[in-house]
């Protein structure tokens, strides 16, 4: 098995053998759309006030990039969860979570065009 930064590719070859290209390609395209309303909904609480709604979309995200295999994101995504800083200070890890995820979709869609 290849080795990737992003992907846990074991996972995903599991998910390929056992449910098909055709629903790996639709958790794909689920967790594409989720993960922009993600992003967003955590832009959102980077305010210190909303602190607990940080956690909470943090630790969706989270759950949603462990689900798909994307291990950067996960693991972005399991440093800042309960981080309490400043609005600034978040803003630049929601960027940094969004550069992260893309290049993470860009490796899945990469990898299931080849696998599939």
């Known amino acids: 098995m290849n080795k990737s930064e992003h992907l846990d590719l074991d ?45 909470e979309n943090c630790h969706k995200m989270k759950g949603a990039a462990g689900s798909v295999g994307l291990l950067q994101v996960h693991k972005k995504l399991v440093a800042i969860e309960r981080l309490e800083d400043d609005e600034a200070t978040k803003n630049k890890h929601v960027s940094e979570l969004n550069h992260i995820n893309t290049e993470a979709i860009n490796e899945f869609s990469q990898w299931l065009s080849k696998a599939a």
């Open 11 to 55: 996972l995903l070859q599991g998910y390929l053998d056992n449910l098909g290209d055709s629903v790996v390609q639709q958790m794909l395209k689920l967790y594409i759309s989720q993960s922009a309303i993600y992003i967003a909904d955590i832009s959102s609480t980077a305010s210190p006030e909303k602190q607990k709604d940080w956690h």
